[in-house]
């Protein structure tokens, strides 16, 4: 079956400091992977959305600049929390997909910011 | 800027009973809608799907989509404590794959 790993699946960091967090997909070709944050107070945000053989697409209010995505082949992808502050904090989802077809979550990655 | 409205924010039903809940796409171009159910602690879990006009039932869960008004409802019947969770609406259009999720509704089954 279709599933998607996360790591790490809990991290603390220093305010200031940065975090970087992985995606992998097994079972399916992961053609397009979303990196969501969901946070008590804003629910569930897209950050950004890579597509292989696409330029990353980044929604408003978030950058390339703090937080950098890598997508290399199917079934990995990155991203790094640059520069994390206390508003970073929160569970950070993979959502991977294959074609138009359903999109399947990791477990998360949650965040602390001390 | 896409975005997914789902009402209510919050939900409590009691045990037995049925719990509805919308959402509604501002893109006309939106054409998949998916249901996700996120119990605490947990990633969202797809429940159902759907892409054509009309209704599709699976066990106590039923769903329906008007195109034309964008709009997706997902019922659940005979509602357990289990059930208790956020239930997350996302909706994605064919000429995009970026999947764009609703603020979700809160549901309580009280036993």
């Known amino acids: 079956g279709a599933l998607v790993y996360q790591y790490p699946r809990r991290t603390i960091c220093k305010s200031g400091t940065s975090m970087r967090m992985e995606c992998q997909a097994v079972?399916?070709?992961?053609?397009?992977v979303a990196w969501y944050r969901q946070s008590p107070q804003k629910t569930f945000e897209l950050i950004a959305l890579s597509t292989v053989n696409s330029a990353i697409k980044y929604e408003q209010n978030f950058t390339q600049e703090k937080f950098p995505i890598s997508h290399p082949n199917l079934s990995f992808s990155s991203m790094t929390v640059l520069n994390a502050y206390l508003e970073d904090r929160g569970l950070y989802l993979c959502?991977?997909?294959?074609?138009?077809?359903?999109?399947?979550f990791g477990p998360g990655t949650r965040l602390t910011v001390l | 800027q896409q975005k997914v409205q789902q009402s209510p924010e919050s939900l409590i039903v009691p045990e037995g009973g049925m719990a509805s809940l919308n959402c509604t796409s501002s893109?006309?171009?939106?054409?998949y809608f998916w249901w996700y159910r996120q119990h605490s602690g947990k990633s969202p879990k797809m429940l159902m799907s759907i892409f054509s006009n009309g209704e599709k039932e699976e066990g106590r869960f039923t769903v329906h989509l008007n195109k034309a008004s964008l709009h997706t409802s997902l019922h659940i019947r005979d509602s357990q404590p289990s059930d208790s969770a956020l239930y997350l609406c996302a909706a994605s259009a064919s000429n995009t794959n970026k999947v764009v999720f609703g603020t979700g509704t809160r549901l309580q089954v009280l036993p």
């Open positions: 079972g399916f070709q992961a053609t397009s």
């Open positions: 893109d006309r171009n939106v054409d």
């Open positions: 959502g991977a997909r294959q074609g138009y077809a359903e999109q399947f």
